[in-house]
C-alpha cells in the first residue's frame, strides 16, 4: 500500500497547537522527498524542549481512558479474539506487539491515525534479535567476535530491515549477564562478563538507534532487557527466581543495563522473576531508584508479557488489581500483552488510589518516543520499498563477515586446520550439517523463512565439483519437550524418526566416514534448545551424536567438528580426542560460507569465548571471575573440589586459538604509582610470531590484593582485537582509572576506590599471565 497523506478532518480537534501546519509540512515534505528521491523516512528533527510541547499540548486533550491506551501493549493478531482496530479505533492500544505484517501495519496504522479521536500513532514492536530477513549470528556469538563494531554494524542492518517492513521498536538488546550455560537464554546475551557485555549493549542499542534516538530515519527503538538479574535464576532454571546481593547486582548484572542508558536506549523490559522476593515488574528499588534516580533513564518501561497479571501467579499481588497498582506506581509504563492495566487502572485512579499525575509521568514518554520516532509526520510504512530493502546483497554479505568474526577456534592438534582445497573428498556428517533452522538459530522473528546457507551448503559453494562431498545427517536430534517456538515454526513439520530409521541414518554417517579422506562433523544443539524456556541440566552433545562422534573418530580419518549451537557445551571427550574444534554457534543466513571460509583458510579466525565451558553442566555456575575461597585448588587436603571430578572449565573465558600464534611481552603500566582518581596507561607489545596473518584479542584483567570487600580473582577491564601481519608487531595501550579500578563495596554501601596494590594480566584469555603491578595510593 503507497503512503497516503492523512485524511482526517482538520478541525478544531487537534491534539496539540500547530498540528494542522504541522502535517501540512510534513507533507510538503513527503513530496519535497519523493521528488528528490530521497528517503521517505526523512523526519523532522525536534529539540527535547520541542518534543516535550507537544507531548504536554497533546496530554492536556486525553481521556483518561486514552491515557491508559497508551500504557497498554496488546497482542496483534497471535491471541485469539484480539482485533487491533476495534481496540486502535477507541485509543485503547499505545502499541502492538507480535504482528508481522506490513500491510496489516499499515492498515492498523491508518485507523489509529484517521479514525481514533486523537489520532496517536501505534508502536509496533516485536523481537528483532539478531536480524529481520539477514540473520547474523545470535548475541552470544556476536559478543564472541569481541568486537562491538560488528554487533553495532549487524544490529543496524538488523534495524534498517526491521523498519522498512514497518517495525519500529525492537525488544532488544537482552544484555542479562549469564554465568550459568543450563539458562537457555545464555544465548540472546554477550555471555558472563559485566565489562564485555556493557560494550556490546551499548553497541547493540547505537545499531539499532543510531547515534541518538530518532535522528536516523531507517532505525528503531531498542529496548534494554531484562532489568534485571535474569540471567542468574536458580538452578539455570527459566524464570526461576533469583537472589542477587546488592553488591553482585551493581559490580556485575546491572552494568550492561547503565551502558545501554548512557548509550541513549529509549525503552526498558522488566524482567519475569523475583529479585530478591521482590519481582521485577513490581520492583520499586530497580525501575524508580536505580533506573530513573540513578542513572536518570528518561524513556519507559514495558514489562514483559504478560507479566503484570503474573503478579498475581506470582503471589505477590492480591489480585488483578492490585498487580496494576504495585506495577505502575513502582515504576513499570507499559503493561505488554497482560490486559491488566486497561482493566483496572480506571477505577484504581477513579478510587483515588492512583493519581492523574502519576498516569501522566507514565504516558509522556511513551508519547515522548513517538514523536521522536516521527511516528505523528510518518506514520506509514512504504510496501513498494519493503523488497527492496529487505533483499540487499551488502546485509548478506556483512552476516557473512560477521559470523566469520564470531567463530572460535578451540583446538587445532597437529594444525589439521586449514583443510587443503585440493583434497580428494569429504564427508560432512551430522544432524546439524544441512539444517537451515538451526544454523540461523534461534529466536527468528514471527513467519520468517530460514533461508541459511548450511555448512554443507558453504562447503559445496567452497569445494566447487573438484572435490567428492560425501553427506550424511545422522540420527535426528531428539526435543523431550514441545519448544515455545514450535508454535510459530514455519513449512511442515519433519515426522520423527523411529528407532529402526535412526539406527540406518547412524549407519549411513559412519559409512560416509568411511568413504572420505577428511571429516567434518556438524553437530551441536538444535536452535530451539536454547532460548526462553530452554534450559538443560547436561551440556554434552544430545542424542547420539557423542555416540556417532566416537565412532567416526574412531575410523582414524582426520576429523574437524564444527559445533552449532547456542551456550556452552561439555564437550571433554572431543576436546581430548578430536583433532580440530570450530565453535560456529548458530552462525546466521551466510553460517554454512562462513564456515567454509574458515575451516579451507581463506579466514584465520579470531573470536574468543564470552562464556566459560565447563566440563558438566553440574559445574554449573561456573566463570572465570569468581572470588578466592577459603582453600583453593592446590592446597593439600581441604579445597574447593568436587570427589567426582574436576572443578577447572574445560575452556576459560576469553579463550580462542588461531591458524597463526601471538606472543605477548612488555607488560607496563605507565607510572608505578597513581592516586585514587587518576587514570593510567596500560601497553603491552604482541607479535605475531607465525606464518598468516591473523586477529588476537588483548585483553586486560585487573585484581585488587586487598581492600573494604574480596575482590574477584581476576576481572576483565580492557580489550582490544587487532590485525597482524606475519612478524608484525603492536604495542596496545589501553587505560584504567576509577571507573575500572572502583567498585561498589558491600561494607561500605557505597561506590569506593580504594588505595590499594593491583595485580594487572594481560593475554589472549583469562589464564593469561604476564603481569605487572599497580600501586593506588590516597
Ligand atoms: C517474552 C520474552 O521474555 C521477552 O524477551 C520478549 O521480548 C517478549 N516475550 C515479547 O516477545
Given amino acids: 500500500m503507497p503512503i497516503k497523506p ?73 491471541l485469539p479474539g484480539a482485533n487491533p482496530e476495534e481496540v486502535v479505533r477507541k485509543g485503547g492500544a499505545g502499541s502492538i506487539l507480535w504482528l508481522n505484517d506490513t500491510k496489516r501495519f499499515n492498515e492498523i496504522q491508518h485507523v489509529a491515525v484517521e479514525e481514533s479521536r486523537l489520532h496517536i500513532p501505534v508502536l509496533f514492536g516485536l523481537d528483532v534479535i539478531h536480524g529481520y530477513r539477514t540473520i547474523f549470528p545470535v548475541p552470544l556469538a556476536m559478543a564472541a567476535s569481541w568486537d562491538p563494531k560488528v554487533e553495532e554494524k549487524a544490529q543496524t542492518i538488523a534495524a534498517r530491515e526491521a523498519r522498512a517492513a514497518g517495525i519500529h521498536w525492537t525488544f532488544g538488546p537482552m544484555v542479562d549477564i549469564a ?76 552494568p ?100 492523574m499525575a502519576q498516569i501522566d509521568d507514565a504516558v509522556r514518554p511513551i508519547l515522548a518516543v513517538k514523536f521522536k520516532m516521527g511516528l505523528f509526520e510518518n506514520p506509514y510504512t512504504d510496501e513498494s520499498r519493503v523488497e527492496q530493502v529487505l533483499s540487499n546483497p551488502e546485509h548478506r554479505a556483512y552476516a557473512r563477515e560477521a559470523a566469520q568474526r564470531s567463530m572460535v577456534l578451540l583446538r587445532n592438534e597437529g594444525g589439521l586446520l586449514p583443510l587443503s582445497k585440493s583434497i580428494s573428498s569429504v564427508a560432512v556428517i551430522g544432524p546439524l550439517s544441512d539444517s537451515k533452522a538451526d544454523t540461523e538459530g534461534s529466536w527468528l522473528v514471527f513467519g520468517h523463512q530460514p533461508a541459511a546457507v548450511t555448512v554443507l551448503e558453504g562447503i559445496r559453494n567452497k569445494l566447487g565439483q573438484s572435490v567428492r562431498i560425501e553427506h550424511a545427517n545422522g540420527p535426528d536430534i531428539k526435543r523431550d519437550i514441545p519448544s515455545f517456538f514450535d508454535a510459530f515454526a514455519t513449512g511442515p513439520k519433519k515426522p520423527e524418526q523411529t528407532p529402526e530409521q535412526a539406527q540406518t541414518a ?136 568436587y570427589w567426582d571430578g574436576p572443578t577447572e572449565p574445560l575452556y576459560p573465558f576469553g579463550y580462542g586459538l588461531s591458524y597463526t600464534t601471538f606472543e605477548f611481552s612488555n607488560l607496563q603500566t605507565e607510572r608505578a604509582e597513581i592516586r585514587v582518581g587518576d587514570r593510567v596507561g596500560i601497553s603491552v607489545d604482541v607479535k605475531n610470531i607465525g606464518k598468516v596473518a591473523g586477529d588476537e584479542v588483548v585483553q586486560i584483567y585487573i585484581h585488587q590484593k586487598a581492600g573494604s570487600d574480596s575482590r574477584p580473582v581476576r576481572q576483565l577491564k580492557g580489550f582490544h582485537r587487532i590485525h597482524l601481519a606475519p612478524g608484525e608487531q603492536q604495542a596496545v595501550t589501553l587505560t584504567l582509572g576509577p571507573d575500572e579500578l572502583g567498585y561498589w563495596s558491600t561494607s561500605q554501601g557505597k561506590w569506593i576506590q580504594e588505595a590499594a596494590t593491583f595485580d594487572i594480566w594481560a593475554g589472549g584469555d583469562s589464564t593469561a599471565d604476564l603481569h605487572a603491578s599497580l600501586k593506588v595510593v590516597p
Fill in 6 to 78: 492523512c485524511r482526517r478532518s482538520r478541525s478544531s480537534n487537534s491534539p496539540h497547537s500547530g498540528r494542522v501546519f504541522h502535517l501540512a509540512l510534513a507533507g510538503l515534505l513527503f513530496v519535497f522527498a519523493l521528488a528528490s528521491g530521497a528517503s521517505v523516512w526523512a523526519q523532522a528533527s525536534l529539540s527535547d524542549e520541542q518534543i516535550s510541547q507537544k507531548v504536554e499540548a497533546l496530554l492536556s486533550r486525553m481521556t483518561l481512558e486514552e491515557k491508559i491506551g497508551q500504557l497498554t501493549q496488546i497482542a496483534g493478531g497471535l
Fill in 256 to 355: 550492561p543495563f547503565q551502558a545501554a542508558v548512557k548509550a541513549g536506549v529509549g525503552t526498558f523490559m522488566s524482567a519475569y522473576m523475583d529479585l530478591n522476593n521482590v519481582p521485577a515488574a513490581g520492583n520499586r528499588w530497580l525501575l524508580r531508584q536505580i533506573l530513573r534516580d540513578e542513572w536518570g533513564f528518561q524513556g519507559f518501561v514495558v514489562s514483559d508479557a504478560m507479566a503484570v497479571g503474573n503478579l498475581v501467579i506470582q503471589g505477590f499481588a492480591a489480585d488483578p488489581r492490585d498487580a496494576a497498582y504495585r506495577a505502575l506506581t513502582a515504576g513499570l509504563d507499559m503493561d505488554m500483552a497482560s490486559g491488566t492495566y486497561p482493566k483496572n487502572l480506571p477505577d484504581l485512579v477513579r478510587d483515588g488510589k492512583i493519581t
Fill in 179 to 254: 554465568r550459568d550455560a543450563r539458562w537457555g537464554r545464555i544465548v540472546e546475551g554477550a555471555g558472563e562478563d559485566p565489562y564485555l557485555g556493557s560494550a556490546m549493549a551499548a553497541a547493540q542499542v547505537r545499531g539499532f538507534q543510531g547515534p541518538s534516538l530518532g535522528t536516523a530515519p531507517d532505525r528503531v527503538v531498542a529496548c534494554a532487557k531484562h532489568f534485571a538479574g535474569y540471567g542468574a535464576a536458580e538452578g539455570g532454571r527459566d524464570y526461576d527466581s533469583v537472589y542477587i546481593p546488592e553488591s553482585r547486582m551493581r559490580n556485575v548484572y546491572l
Fill in 506 to 641: 547412524y549407519d549411513e554417517a559412519v559409512a560416509a566416514a568411511r568413504k572420505a579422506d577428511v571429516v567434518v562433523m556438524v553437530l551441536g544443539e538444535l536452535a530451539n534448545m536454547s532460548g526462553e524456556a530452554a534450559s538443560r541440566a547436561h551440556l554434552g552433545l544430545p542424542g547420539r551424536q557423542e555416540e556417532l562422534l566416537e565412532e567416526v573418530v574412531g575410523l582414524g580419518k582426520p576429523v574437524a567438528l564444527v559445533l552449532i549451537n547456542g551456550r556452552p557445551l561439555s564437550i571433554s571427550w572431543a576436546a581430548e580426542h578430536v583433532p580440530a574444534i570450530l565453535e560456529a554457534w548458530e552462525p546466521g543466513s551466510e553460517g554454512g560460507n562462513a564456515v567454509a571460509d574458515v575451516l579451507f583458510g581463506d579466514v584465520n579466525p579470531g573470536g574468543k569465548l564470552p562464556a566459560t565451558f565447563p566440563r558438566s553442566g553440574a559445574q554449573e555456575p561456573l566463570y572465570y571471575a569468581h572470588n578466592l575461597t577459603h582453600q583453593p585448588a592446590g592446597s593439600q587436603m581441604y579445597q574447593s573440589r
